[in-house]
């Protein structure tokens, strides 16, 4: 498997894409990053995340304090930067690596970093 992941993120996600206003409902996909051009097996779901700008931050705290803040935190932090939201191509993108968030959540440590990406554009 690890042939087919890229080099720079080897870690498990959450991705967030296709909010819909009319009735609250997205959809959520557990799983990893693949290379471009990796066949999506029978019975799995594959998005193609578009080559965009794209915000990194890692938030940190207890588990449920980091997803009920982690988009006010980040999105703040992108104003302070000088850069927005790009809703155009808008996803949402939780990175659960082994060394910010799993090893300590598996040793019952309470603060966490969980890694979230998200597109941005410069403010104009």
């Given at each position: 498997?690890?042939?087919?992941?890229?080099?720079?993120?080897?870690?498990?996600?959450?991705?967030?894409?296709?909010?819909?206003?009319?009735?609250?409902?997205f959809n959520?996909?557990?799983?990893?990053?693949?290379?471009?051009?990796?066949?999506?097996?029978?019975?799995?779901?594959?998005?193609?995340?578009?080559r965009?700008?794209?915000?990194?931050?890692?938030?940190?705290?207890?588990?449920?304090?980091?997803?009920?803040?982690?988009?006010?935190?980040?999105?703040?932090?992108?104003?302070?930067?000088?850069?927005?939201?790009?809703?155009?191509?808008?996803?949402?993108?939780?990175?659960?690596?082994?060394?910010?968030?799993?090893?300590?959540?598996?040793?019952?440590?309470?603060?966490?970093?969980?890694?979230?990406?998200?597109?941005?554009?410069?403010?104009?």
């Amino acid at each position: 498997m690890k042939e087919y992941l890229p080099e720079d993120i080897d870690e498990y996600v959450g991705f967030f894409k296709g909010y819909n206003d009319d009735d609250d409902t997205f959809n959520y996909v557990v799983g990893m990053f693949m290379k471009q051009g990796v066949p999506i097996p029978d019975g799995y779901v594959g998005y193609d995340v578009p080559r965009q700008t794209t915000a990194k931050a890692w938030i940190e705290g207890e588990e449920n304090d980091i997803y009920n803040n982690a988009y006010l935190l980040t999105t703040e932090a992108l104003k302070k930067l000088g850069y927005e939201t790009d809703w155009s191509g808008y996803y949402w993108c939780e990175v659960y690596t082994d060394q910010r968030f799993g090893i300590p959540k598996s040793k019952g440590e309470k603060h966490l970093i969980l890694d979230i990406y998200m597109p941005c554009v410069k403010l104009s």
